[in-house]
């Protein structure tokens, strides 16, 4: 079976895990397709469609957000929203739909282990998210988000404190010092990709990864906290 055969038999076994089969599969092949393997005007068009996934699910999420808490200000929504909408919620639903599987990479970034990687994933689900929206309107995008995001919405409606602020506590009642350090920075100007160290006196230092600098010092502080079996 030649390559080509191969993935389409892959997308055919993805869209039926998504529950939706595209009029435009050439659309998620776009999305599937990890710009290591593709020519400069290409990887452009995959950098739109990951841009453009990010705001239909930063929209998703808020709507649905602004309905189950009406009662709550813009600064108790921003964390629920921060704790749905990272690198991370998102490599958590792209394994969940099995995005990973169909994912066409190159040979030395799938020898690299990229079809498990967080980040890989993480982009990869917010371009699924686009090719959705462009082929079957933002009703069919909002289906994959409520369907694959799935517990993730009821964890958090308790309320969840910022893992930033609550690592600013802990250290302040432990009279450590805490410092954050970008350590690289990626990725084109609109979807820069960032880590970062969160350092505190005693401790070795934890990083964090995310689409900028505040996303991924939260992540930071967050991998520091759960390390230490604090919870934010």
Request: proline share 3%; net charge negative; glycine share 10%.
């Amino acid at each position: 079976m030649s390559t080509a055969h191969q993935h389409d038999g892959q997308l055919a076994e993805l869209e039926q895990r998504i529950g939706y089969v595209f009029k435009q599969r050439a659309l998620l092949r776009e999305a599937l397709t990890h710009g290591s393997v593709q020519d400069g005007k290409k990887q452009r068009d995959y950098d739109r469609l990951e841009f453009l996934g990010d705001r239909v699910l930063g929209l998703v999420v808020s709507e649905r957000l602004f309905a189950e808490h009406q009662s709550e200000q813009e600064g108790e929504l921003a964390p629920r929203y921060n704790a749905l909408v990272n690198m991370h919620a998102c490599a958590t639903a792209a394994r969940a739909a099995g995005l990973g599987e169909a994912l066409i990479l190159s040979p030395s970034e799938e020898a690299n282990g990229g079809r498990n990687k967080e980040a890989i994933l993480g982009d990869i689900c917010e371009s699924v998210i686009a090719a959705l929206y462009l082929d079957g309107g933002f009703e069919v995008a909002k289906a994959f988000i409520t369907r694959f995001w799935g517990d993730a919405f009821d964890d958090v409606k308790t309320a969840p404190r910022d893992a930033k602020t609550a690592l600013q506590e802990w250290t302040a009642a432990r009279k450590k010092g805490l410092s954050y350090a970008v350590i690289e920075q990626s990725g084109p100007e609109h979807a820069p990709h960032f880590v970062v160290e969160a350092r505190v006196d005693g401790f070795p230092p934890v990083r964090g990864e995310g689409g900028s600098k505040r996303e991924a010092q939260r992540a930071a502080a967050s991998s520091f906290l759960k390390a230490r079996g604090v919870h934010g």
